[in-house]
């Protein structure tokens, strides 16, 4: 699986959208971009995934570059409940193990 | 709708003694399981996949090991612990193809257990 960058920490001012941005610039063409993000003392909860199209659904809008070596996740309207750590993932949908390989993460900090 | 247990939530063990965590998972049959360990302010990290019943894959070498004796029954064991063993393992699910209500290659995780070796 690729390898992702991501910046350690950020933070918002709740009500505001939130930009979490990805490098992953040696992704392949068939690998597929993932978030999950991790709230304090929990496991992971997936958020969004995509290929090469933008994608968005009821928690964030993913934001893919059209060379794919980059992306941004979008929190539309950031709330005190979205603080947590939010990995990056890259990997092969349907590859032999389905290995899921986490980060450190982006760790995002909402304010009041 | 399948549901991922993972006991005991918290635990507290000497220095070389043994540990069993163990995980279930309901309502699925054939899922691809895995084991992660999250030390203190540090990111998940893969310890163990398995994609199959006896079929284990080891990530990184270490005193743990794991065994998968029914489909849907994953333990994380080791004989002697060590300080370094200390952190937060959690139990993993990877949703396969076709299955109703969840998205395909989605990843599901335990409520997880707090290891303590002191």
């Known amino acids: 699986d690729a390898k992702t960058t991501q910046p350690p920490s950020m933070d918002c001012a709740e009500g505001r959208a939130a930009n979490l941005p990805c490098n992953h610039s040696t992704i392949s063409g068939n690998e597929y971009v993932y978030w999950y993000r991790q709230i304090h003392s929990q496991g992971p909860q997936y958020i969004i995934h995509?290929?090469?199209n933008n994608e968005t659904n009821e928690m964030a809008s993913l934001i893919i570059t059209e060379d794919r070596k980059s992306s941004t996740l979008i929190l539309p309207h950031a709330t005190l409940r979205d603080t947590a750590v939010y990995y990056c993932i890259v990997r092969v949908d349907g590859s032999s193990g389905d290995k899921l390989t986490f980060g450190t993460g982006t760790r995002l900090a909402v304010r009041p | 709708s399948q549901t991922i247990h993972q006991w005991p939530a918290t635990l507290v063990q000497p220095v070389g003694s043994p540990l069993s965590l163990e995980c279930t998972v309901e309502g699925t049959s054939n899922p691809n399981l895995y084991w992660y360990r999250q030390a203190a302010g540090r990111g998940l990290q893969l310890l163990f996949y398995s994609v199959g019943i006896g079929q284990i894959s080891s990530e990184v070498p270490q005193n743990l090991s794991a065994s998968r004796p029914q489909d849907r029954q994953f333990i994380l064991s080791s004989k002697k612990l060590l300080l370094s063993d200390s952190g937060f393992y959690l139990c993993?699910?990877?949703?396969?193809?076709?299955?109703?209500?969840?998205?395909?290659?989605?990843?599901?995780f335990g409520p997880g257990t707090r290891l303590t070796v002191l």
């Open positions: 995509g290929l090469k």
């Open positions: 993993a699910w990877l949703s396969p193809p076709g299955l109703a209500g969840r998205r395909y290659n989605e990843q599901f």
